[in-house]
T-cell receptor
Framework: DAGVIQSPRHEVTEMGQEVTLRCKPI?????LFWYRQTMMRGLELLIY????????DSGMPEDRFSAKMPNASFSTLKIQPSEPRDSAVYFCASSFQGDYTEAFFGQGTRLTVV | DAKTTQPPSMDCAEGRAANLPCNHS???????VYWYRQIHSQGPQYIIHGLKNNETNEMASLIITEDRKSSTLILPHATLRDTAVYYCIVRDRTTSGTYKYIFGTGTRLKVLA
């Protein structure tokens, strides 16, 4: 398996534009996590899904952020409208929910909003 | 919030064992301890995890105290490529019965030549 795949790797956009980040989890995993990393706040869990259903979105900063998981092999994180303070690295991770399992991370999308 | 506390930074000489401590005094009986590391801005990399017994794999060893309130990650022969931020995590079991991973601030390990 190629691991968790995120696209794009880098995104530069202007303030006010819509941004969509994409994630393909590892095949067979039933949980998917979106994280945001900044120097100030570290790695924050934004939202996670189990069996394609959002379980906890308490980390989503504002209504400008939304996430979907239409099927087991694809998820999106959308920011509309984007603001400079959204500049960060966004990571997606997937796992199989179980006692002795672990989460695997993608390489991240570096978002810059100018 | 993260359930763990770690020293912010540590140095280790190349070839020596790196021992990274972690406190998790509020851990519950069925919560696992996980360790990840992050090199530069790459995605966090899984290292090892355990419940109560000590664990070893090709990357590291995990020593968990008998009361489970603290643990130590051991890199037996640190190399320059082990320079990274190491995160200790107590995996949260939520009310829905699912698990999530909350990261703290980690320990920045610098391996010195």
């Amino acid at each position: 398996d190629a691991g968790v795949i995120q696209s794009p790797r880098h995104e530069v956009t202007e303030m006010g534009q819509e941004v969509t980040l994409r994630c393909k989890p590892i095949s067979g995993h039933n949980s998917l996590f979106w994280y945001r990393q900044t120097m100030m706040r570290g790695l924050e869990l934004l939202i996670y899904f189990n069996n394609n259903v959002p379980i906890d979105d308490s980390g989503m900063p504002e209504d400008r952020f939304s996430a979907k998981m239409p099927n087991a092999s694809f998820s999106t994180l959308k920011i509309q409208p984007s603001e400079p303070r959204d500049s960060a690295v966004y990571f997606c991770a997937s796992s199989f929910q179980g006692d002795y399992t672990e989460a695997f991370f993608g390489q991240g999308t570096r978002l810059t909003v100018v | 919030d993260a359930k763990t506390t770690q020293p912010p930074s540590m140095d280790c000489a190349e070839g020596r064992a790196a021992n990274l401590p972690c406190n998790h005094s509020t851990i519950s009986g069925n919560e696992y301890v996980y360790w990840y590391r992050q090199i530069h801005s790459q995605g966090p990399q899984y290292i090892i995890h355990g419940l109560k017994n000590n664990e070893t794999n090709e990357m590291a060893s995990l020593i968990i105290t008998e009361d489970r309130k603290s643990s130590t990650l051991i890199l037996p022969h640190a190399t320059l490529r082990d320079t990274a931020v190491y995160y200790c995590i107590v995996r949260d079991r939520t009310t829905s019965g699912t698990y999530k991973y909350i990261f703290g601030t980690g320990t920045r390990l610098k391996v010195l030549a």
